[in-house]
């Protein structure tokens, strides 16, 4: 599903088979091993649910609730999680006896609802199951009696949650909208040079400024990262609890990625568009213009530490039709294209980029403006990366306990992406541009390389191959149309 480049490594260490492992440790009670002793590095699920339950006297690090909603979804759907919470507070604090302890209930109703508040605020698509909503208003009528403002908090939590999911979803419609826009392949344009110009309009008729159009490329990730939630970096290699023999947290119909798989499409077509944009011109001056205008957004996007649309139009230009265009390479100014490709260099790991990453992400933690605290990472390496560290370390250790140091390591990247993906974009919107970006036709890879050897003639056995095979196809192609 995930287009991922290569040369990864894991970050996080874990035991091969059959090497010894350190006893897990558990901790004394809730909150002692998240605040004031070491942290957690495993433990029983049981212990950890306990450990989220706040009391009228205990509430958990921020980092540990986050930690845990995140992962807690591999081993327990969140609306049992829920109940389970809902289940340990009533019994906890007696609040299914009557009358109720009211100084107890007033000392442990504000932590309750700052749970549930930082729930439906960092987990919102947790409550479209109306089981959620449920436990939720169950709750706090249990402890409102004792306070009327608990209403009041309660009704502000809904409509606030309301709002999330109304804009959840509208987001996810246009995102379709715009895929299924996106999603025209045009492979007639190949027949273009025998034909009267112009077929299509062209990026450079439409945006002739590389600092503008990698505002508007900035403009698109963020949208696309706006919508994606945490939970679906964790549901997009979700399996099947071996130590659970019933179903999936996640069947396949709630195992929704939609947001990620969107993310990742709009990548691949910035690729095939620069592609497009390249091997379409007719002329090879022109084509080495447009190679040059895209090696400046490239350069433009670097500095405004939007790596995923760098890399994007890295790709596009490396692939293989562009990359064999060698009289049009030579006609070029390609030495900033050379520095931007040893920036995104995969050796080491991506050593280069990595490094280039760090130092956006500090200048995005001292900014002063939204501008300076841009960060848009090369997707699909963050994405690999979360792969591997899933694949690599086992979810639960041989005892049975929540291999909980996998877990922390998995919210320390989602985290800091959350923290990324809530800039808003402090350019100006050129509709116009945006409107290209999102349906102009693209060559899918036979037509670009039919448009390839069009501009530059095949120069070897296995080319002109090639090259006869797809014009026998799409003369097929056109006989049938007519």
Known sequence: MFTTPSGFSPHLACAEPGEEEEAPQEGPGPGACLADGPPITSASLDT??????????????????????????????????????????????????????????????????????????????????????????????????????????????????????????????????????????????????????????????????????????????????????????????????????????????????????????????????????????????????????????????????????????????????????????????TAKFFILEHQMDPTGNFYNYRTALRGAAHRSRTANSNRERIVIPFFSLLIKDIYFLNEGCANRLPNGHVNFEKFVELARQVGEFMTWKQVECPFEEDRAILHYLHTAPIFSEDGLYLASYESESPENQVEKDRWKALSNTMNRIHQEEC
Not at 121 to 148: N, Q, W, Y
Not at 166 to 184: D, F, P, R, Y
Not at 242 to 251: A, E, H, N, V
């Open 48 to 333: 950890l649910i306990q450990n989220l339950v706040p009391t009228a006297d205990y509430y958990p690090e921020k980092a540990y609730v986050f930690t845990f909603l995140l992962s807690a979804r591999l081993f327990i759907a969140p609306p049992e999680l829920l109940a389970r919470v809902c289940e340990l507070c009533i019994k906890q604090q007696q609040l299914d006896q009557s009358p109720l302890d009211t100084a107890k209930v007033r000392k442990f109703g504000p932590k309750i609802l700052q749970l549930l508040t930082e729930w439906t605020e960092t987990f919102p698509s947790d409550f479209r199951d109306d089981k959620m909503v449920g436990h939720l208003k169950d709750i706090i009528h249990r402890i409102a009696p004792c306070d009327e403002a608990y209403w009041k908090t309660l009704n502000q939590v809904l409509q606030k949650l309301s709002q999330r999911l109304a804009l959840m979803s509208q987001g996810e419609e246009s995102i379709v909208k715009v895929s299924l826009n996106a999603s025209s392949i045009s492979d007639k344009l190949v027949a273009f040079k025998t034909k009267p110009p112009p077929i299509q309009k062209d990026m450079l008729s439409i945006c002739n400024d590389p600092y503008t159009l990698a505002q508007q490329l900035t403009h698109v990730e963020l949208e696309h990262l706006s919508h994606i939630g945490p939970e679906e970096f964790v549901q997009a290699f979700v399996q099947k609890d071996p130590l659970d023999g019933t179903q999936p947290c996640f069947s396949d119909q709630k195992k929704k990625t939609t947001n990620l798989e969107a993310y990742v499409r709009w990548f691949n077509r910035l690729c095939y568009l620069v592609a497009t944009e390249i091997c379409m011109v007719t002329k090879k001056k022109q084509r080495a213009q447009v190679i040059e205008f895209f090696i400046d957004v490239a350069r433009e996007c670097f500095n405004i530490g939007n790596f995923n649309s760098l890399m994007a139009i890295i790709s596009g230009m490396n692939m293989s039709p562009v990359s064999r265009l060698k009289k049009t390479w030579g006609k070029a100014k």
